[in-house]
Structure formats: C-alpha cells, structure tokens
C-alpha cells in the first residue's frame, strides 16, 4: 500500500494496481457504526476520490468485528424536531449518493455483520463480497426501533433483490446469513474469511456485470402492481402488528406504494418518513428499550470468567432446555434426572432447536456432542456451574443440594431456578449458605431473553458478579433483583393474570378480555398466558404472593387445577387446545370501559412497589426487565414509563376509582408520588 491518508475514523490507501482502499475504525469504539462523524470524514474521503481516477474502490472495516452495525443510536434522542431529523438523514444519503454515483467499479468487503446503516453503505456500492463465516449476518433492523431504512435502503434493497425479499427483509427486520445472501444476489460472492482480500483484488480487476433484477420483479414494481402487492403486504403486517401501535412498517409500504417507480422522489420521500418516524413516541419508546438492552448487557462488567461446564439437575421442560440452550451457546453440558426415561425428551426437543438454530448438520451434531445424559450425576464434579431446577417444593431442593455441595468444585456456582421461593428459604441446607444465586429462567427459555439472577441482602459481590456473568455467556440479559415472594417478573405479572381471572368470573367473556391485553400492545392475552404457563404453576405462584402481598385467587383457578385441566400442557384449561392453539370462540361483546385499566394498571402499579421496596434498585432496569420477561408492550417504554407518560396523576386517580369500585388491590402504591416527583431513578445504597 501506498500514498496513505487517514482521518479519526477513515484510512484511505491506494495499492500499486490503482485500487483505493477505503477502511473504517471508528476511533474509541468496538464496533464500527455510522455517527454523524464518521459519515462527515467519509464525504471528505470522497472530495479525495472523486478528484482520482482509481480503477476500484474497496470499502472495509478495519475492526475485526465485522462490517458496520448500523447507524449510531444514541444520536437519535438528541433530536428535537422532525425538521432536524430530516437534516441528519439527508445528509447521509447525500454521502452515500457520492459513494453510489463514484464511475469507479466499488465493492464492500464485508467481513462479519453488516446492519442497518451498515448495509446500506454496501448497498451503495456496486458490489458486495461477504465471508462464508455462519455467523456473519446482513439485514435491515429498523423496524425494531420503530423507525425504517433512511440511507436510501428501502429504494436500493428492492432495486436489487425485488420487492418480495426486500419487504420481507425491512419488514420482520430478521437476519441473513451469507448462504441466503448469496442466493437473494444480496451479495455477488462469499468466501472464506482469509480469501476475501484476494477476492477484492480479483473483482477490482474484473468486475461482474451490476445485478439487475428480472422481468417479473420490474413489472411488480409497475404503478398497478404495486398497489395490489402493497394490500398484500399490509394484510401480512397486521397480522402480526397493529398500525396504531407500530407504524413503520405500514409507512415502509406506503413508500414503496407511491414512489416505487421513481428512485429520485423516493430518496426523499424516505427521509421524510423516517424523520417523523424518529420523533414518534412509538420510535423513542423502542430506542429506549434498545438502549435498555444494552444496559443489562453491559452489566457483566469487565472480570473474566471462565465457564466450560453445566451440570443441571431436572431435565423437565424448564431444566431440559435450560441445558439446551447452554449447549447451543457452546458449553458443555451434563443433564441428570432419576432415570434415563425422564431425560429422552429433553433431547428431542433440544435436537428440534438446534436443528432450527444451526441448520448445517456438523453444527447440530456439534451440539448434540455437548449435551449429555448423566443420570448418575458424574459431572458435577467437573461443572463451573450447577443449576438446579426441579419442581417447586424448598425441603427437596434442600435435599438435593446436600447431596451435590460436597461434590462440587469450590468456586462452581450454585444455582436455583425456583420461580416464586425465597433463597432464604433453600440455603439452610447448604454448609456456604450464601454462596446459593438464584438463576430464574422464563418459559420458552429459547425464545425469553431474560434471567433474573437472585440474591440476598448478604450474597458476595463476587457470587452475584458470576450469576451475571454466566447470564452474559449465554446471551441472556441479567437483572440482578433481591430475594422476595415472586422475584420482579412474576410478581409483576401475577396481578395482571388473576385480575383477567376475576374478570372473566364476574362473566367478561375470556376472549374478550385477551383482545383487550392485545389491543393494549401485550403479545399474548392474560388467560392465553395463564393456559400456557400451566394453570397448576400460576396457582402455586398466586399462593405464595397472596400470602405475602394480598394477590386474590380466583375460586375457578383452583377448580380448574381440582379437575387437572391444567392448560395448553394437558390440551384444555380455560380454553381448549388444538394443535399448540387455544379455541377461542368470537367474542362480539363491547369492552367494559374499564377493562383494559383493571389488566394494565395493576402491573405498572406492582413494578413501582418492587422498585419501592429495593427489590430492584433502578427504574430503568426494573423498565427492562418487565419489558424483557413479560413481553409488556415494548413500544411503550416499560411500565414506569408507561406511567410517566400517561401523566402519574392521572394514573393514581384511576386506580382510586378501581379500588372504590374493585376493592384493595388497586390501592396505589404509596411511592407514586416521588416517582411524579421525579424521585431519583437508583436506590441508594443502604
């Protein structure tokens, strides 16, 4: 390489054959992404090669990272206006124009992810070389921040791939992996990660025709056509997400719509949408959640800990894909029940993951080979950590963990996934009380993102620092949360569930009430959700909240427990189940007025008694984990800000109305009111 010239972020090399290489470090960061900076240095990069006749351009990330995750988030809640938005955007795609409009063969050589605002810079170049790493992933996630494509994504993704791959791509906002690349022509090559200089070089040197798309994708792209394809693809949407609640992808559509066929008024027309977008509550609620998210992760802190092995004791639904899911994510793992019998269909249902999750047969074989029965219990011996998650009954937990504590590695952790007992309650047994953390899982354990990780007001720091750093490991998000009846999610969550219950008691209609949930933004309806947790599970949580927090039993969730019509497990609890589907009959009586405050208001008004009494010590945690454990309405920001921006005080009033009319239960907590007062956001530390 020679005649070099760098920025903060940008270096720019010209080899001996006359191909400018353009690479990307984003200074002081692990990963390279799009900020207003590093989009600033790449029009300056482009004043240099528009004045050159290079033969190619390559553009690459310097990070071994991968490409570019996307733009910088953060920047987003900065701005103040639509206008303003607007501004920001345009002004990217002004610099990917320059980039797009180079006469220069260019090629983005992508070596890892290439996300949002990242894929949109390969877009705007002619050519695209991607590894054949499995784990590299393309795609156009904006839809998860309530937001769409603004670098000129949603005109170039359906130039070049049509409008049915490029629409299933923005809308869903999922990932493609480097083989389905390849074969979507969203990329011209995958190599292997050390072939892909070499590959740059051969293409700059011979370039490949630019792909366009067929016949029959340019006649969808018709002004008649796409109208009817548009209805069609509105109707997939809603299947899944209401306009009022998410509108982003129903204004992707609806770009498309009106300027399919005209590139130029596109561009800008896509700048702004995506500004009025950036500014709706629906965008800033899911970029805090984004941000949330990161929060949690970045709780694993910078210690190192080394785990290899799991041990988990209890191979039922809960533990067998506990083990699962730590197979997946490369650890080798032991799974003992009392016999062979109890622990086979463990390992048919983590084959189906793997065989979902991996695809390619020697990663699912891979897998298989760590997961092993152990019925003898031989490997926790040799276990960094062991979870113990049979059923719900403290004496024979503590039973359990006087056999395995002495054979244990000193330094293993020791964990529960007890769902409602207190460690209090468990760790008598043990001769280290307190080396027990609880590690409590939600169900389906593959799909919830979320592990609570317990303590004890006297749990080591280092004991908790592990439990988060395990969680991290196996990329679950940890909320760190005091020992208490129910923990935070299910303590949240059970009001919610009991009061659809009584609801449905006193003679709403069950599917009714569910609509309500959903119409509120829940994914699931709470009688839904009680038939899929187990109705035998809710009753045994409900108990010991009730003891300990005055949470009302329905009489007929007991009666449905009496008679083992236990839910979705047993095909029939408060509703019938056919083929892993409840039968809902239609409901076509008006909501109750009130309905959707009696579900509602009694989780927000739970999440700020567990903040109130130091369960979890930050609002904006106890925001991430309701959000991530209970599936609360993640366009709304969490509970508390749910409740924020309602206005509190309008809150509190409708909960007195309820508990007039409902009784206690809907009694506002008494810390409202430092919350409207805007009480600090952390607990000090005691």
Request: proline letters at 7%.
């Amino acid at each position: 390489m020679n005649n070099k010239t760098q920025t903060a972020d940008w270096t720019l090399d010209r080899d001996e054959h006359g191909v400018a290489w353009l690479g990307l470090d984003k200074a002081g960061a692990s990963t390279n992404v799009l900020s207003a900076g590093v989009m600033s240095q790449l029009n300056d990069r482009l004043d240099e090669l528009e004045k050159e006749k290079a033969k190619a351009v390559v553009v690459y990330s310097v990070k071994k990272s991968g490409f570019v995750a996307g733009a910088d988030i953060k920047e987003f809640t900065s701005l103040t206006s639509p206008d303003e938005a607007f501004e920001l955007v345009r002004s990217g795609q002004r610099v990917l124009d320059r980039l797009a409009a180079l006469p220069c063969p260019t090629i983005a050589l992508i070596n890892g992810f290439a996300l949002g605002g990242g894929l949109e810079l390969a877009l705007a170049c002619r050519h695209r070389i991607m590894t054949d790493n499995p784990k590299a992933v393309l795609g156009l996630p904006e839809v998860k921040l309530g937001i769409h494509p603004g670098f000129g994504g949603t005109v170039r993704s359906v130039a070049l791939v049509g409008v049915f791959a490029a629409m299933d791509m923005m809308l869903t906002g999922r990932n493609i992996r480097p083989k389905q690349a390849l074969r979507m022509g969203l990329v011209d090559q995958i190599v292997p990660d050390r072939h892909l200089r070499r590959a740059a070089q051969m293409m700059a040197q011979r370039p490949p025709s630019p792909r366009k798309t067929g016949l029959k994708e340019r006649a969808l792209n018709s002004g008649p056509a796409r109208q009817i394809v548009a209805r069609l693809l509105e109707k997939q949407v809603a299947k899944k997400a209401r306009r009022d609640h998410y509108p982003a992808p129903y204004a992707m559509i609806d770009l498309w719509r009106r300027f399919g066929d005209d590139p130029a008024r596109m561009y800008e027309a896509e700048a702004r949408s995506i500004a009025e977008l950036m500014c709706s509550p629906t965008s800033r609620n899911l970029v805090r959640v984004f941000l949330l998210q990161d929060r949690l992760k970045s709780l694993g802190g910078k210690t190192r800990h080394r785990f290899a092995h799991v041990h988990v004791v209890g191979a039922g639904v809960m533990g067998g894909d506990i083990a699962a899911w730590c197979a997946l994510r490369g650890l080798s793992v032991t799974l003992q029940d009392r016999a062979p019998e109890y622990i086979a269909p463990a390992i048919k249902r983590a084959f189906a993951l793997f065989k979902k999750r991996l695809r390619e047969p020697r990663l699912v074989q891979a897998a298989m080979d760590r997961l092993m029965p152990d019925v003898t219990g031989l490997g926790v011996a040799k276990a960094d950590v062991v979870i113990e998650a049979i059923f719900e009954n403290a004496e024979a937990k503590q039973a359990l963990y006087r056999e395995l504590e002495p054979r244990m590695k000193p330094d293993a952790i020791l964990a529960t996934n007890t769902s409602s007992i207190r460690l209090e309650d468990l760790r008598d047994a043990l001769s280290k009380p307190h080396r027990l953390i609880g590690l409590h899982f939600f169900n389906p354990v593959a799909m919830m993102p979320l592990v609570e990780v317990i303590h004890t007001p006297d749990t080591p720091a280092a004991e908790i620092d592990r439990g988060i750093a395990f969680a991290r490991r196996i990329d679950r998000l940890p909320l760190p949360c005091l020992s208490a009846p129910g923990f935070v999610v299910n303590r949240v969550l059970m009001p919610y569930m009991m009061e659809a219950l009584l609801a449905g008691q006193e003679g709403v209609p069950l599917p009714a009430i569910d609509r309500a949930a959903k119409a509120f933004g829940m994914p699931m309806g709470p009688v839904e959700l009680a038939d899929t947790v187990g109705l035998d599970v809710a009753l045994h949580v409900a108990k010991i909240l009730g003891d300990a927090h005055g949470v009302p039993i329905p009489d007929e969730l007991q009666r449905m427990v009496d008679n083992k019509r236990l839910g979705k497990k047993t095909g029939a609890g408060f509703y019938q189940w056919k083929g892993g589907k409840p039968v809902k009959e239609k409901a076509n009586a008006t909501e109750p007025p009130d309905l959707r405050d009696r579900l509602i208001l009694p989780m927000v008004n739970e999440a700020v008694a567990v903040f109130h009494e130091g369960v979890v010590d930050n609002l904006d945690l106890l925001d991430a984990g309701v959000i991530f454990g209970t599936g609360f309405a993640p366009f709304r920001g969490g509970p508390v800000n749910y409740a924020r921006q309602r206005g509190i005080d309008d809150l509190v009033a409708t909960l007195e109305r309820l508990e007039t009319r409902y009784g206690d239960r809907f009694k506002p907590d008494s810390s409202w009111s430092g919350v409207a007062a805007g009480e600090a956001a952390e607990k000090p530390a005691a």
